[in-house]
């Protein structure tokens, strides 16, 4: 739901005949880095989050094995 909203309001900030500047720096500085460090925080994994990726050994499943998976 936040990801939508945040689209939304984005577009509305960004997009169309009622888009202004300012409304998209507010955008930018209001409501992105909030989410920013939510996504980091909270959706990342702790072991990449300083900068260098640590493998966990587990294969992460691609593409074709996921189609395949639900085939």
Known sequence: MEVATLAYSWRAANVGPNATERDAQHWLHQWRPGFADRLAREWGSPD?????????????????????QHA
């Open 48 to 68: 990449c989050l300083d900068g260098d990726h640590r493998d966990d050994g587990r294969a992460r499943a691609d593409r074709h094995e996921i189609a395949e």
